[in-house]
């Protein structure tokens, strides 16, 4: 397919978080929702006789469709949940701004991390494609405990090397927001050979004394060599 010159429409949203766009977490489970966040707003769609710029979460899970699409064409060897990983957990952190928006949606705050409104962060097709390792889970929620109890929960999640080389990481927990604390328990570093997959575990820890709320923070997955950050998670846990 050949694709002709482009034109390119500023409609002046940027990477801004829109009023209709939902937030977790989910009733059920108290999972972190959304995933991902994607463009949804001025996007050029095809309508019934012509094209149009139309907004809604309908044009941001297309442009997640076709990611997927474009990475299983790409990656055939690679599983569904590879897949799925690869997109959310290679997502762009700190882009989106919650700013504008923050009189629209009482959730809403400006840095952009909020874990139950934009979920691993933007769609990064470029990093999804390369993506050296996948998470079992693309997200942790550790659930609802009660407040002041001093309980600790844990959850396991593995992790598996998607290359052809065999990988060294190093496995954290960073800006943790809330009254509870998370952490992670790995290998250090971890050794990984190609296609091989490890177990590690995360807990979140209830204080003796809080009030009630949300914990939220992001597990990272580092090469041990350089420093670059190969992954990412959103965690989170809920104290009633």
């Not at 149009?52 to 990475?71: C, E, I, P, Q």
């Not at 962060?121 to 998470?135: E, F, I, K, S």
């Not at 600790?152 to 509870?180: F, H, P």
């Amino acid at each position: 397919v050949t694709l002709g010159a482009l034109a390119h429409l500023d409609v002046g949203q940027g990477d801004t978080l829109l009023e209709f766009s939902s937030s977790g977490p989910t009733l059920v489970g108290h999972r972190v929702k959304p995933d991902l966040v994607a463009p949804g707003s001025g996007v050029l769609s095809a309508v019934p006789g012509g094209w149009d710029f139309r907004d809604g979460t309908s044009m941001a899970a297309a442009h997640v469709a076709g990611a997927a699409a474009v990475l299983v064409a790409a990656r055939p060897g690679w599983e569904a949940w590879q897949v799925r990983s690869a997109i959310v957990n290679t997502a762009e952190r700190g882009v989106v701004d919650h700013a504008a928006n923050a009189n629209a949606n009482a959730n809403a705050n400006a840095d952009g991390e909020d874990v139950l409104r934009v979920g691993a962060g933007l769609l990064d097709l470029g990093a999804a494609a390369t993506a050296t390792v996948a998470l079992s889970s693309p997200s942790l929620s550790l659930g609802v405990l009660p407040a002041s109890s001093g309980r600790i929960v844990t959850a396991e999640l593995s992790v598996t090397n998607l290359g052809d080389s065999a990988l060294t990481l190093v496995l954290e927990v960073e800006d943790s927001r809330g009254v509870g604390t998370f952490d992670v328990s790995a290998p250090t570093p971890l050794h990984l050979e190609p296609a091989a997959s490890e177990t590690v575990t995360v807990s979140f820890r209830a204080p003796r004394a809080s009030p009630v709320g949300g914990t939220q923070a992001f597990l990272l997955v580092e090469d041990a060599q350089s420093g670059a950050e190969v992954a990412h998670a959103a965690l989170f846990a809920s104290l009633r």
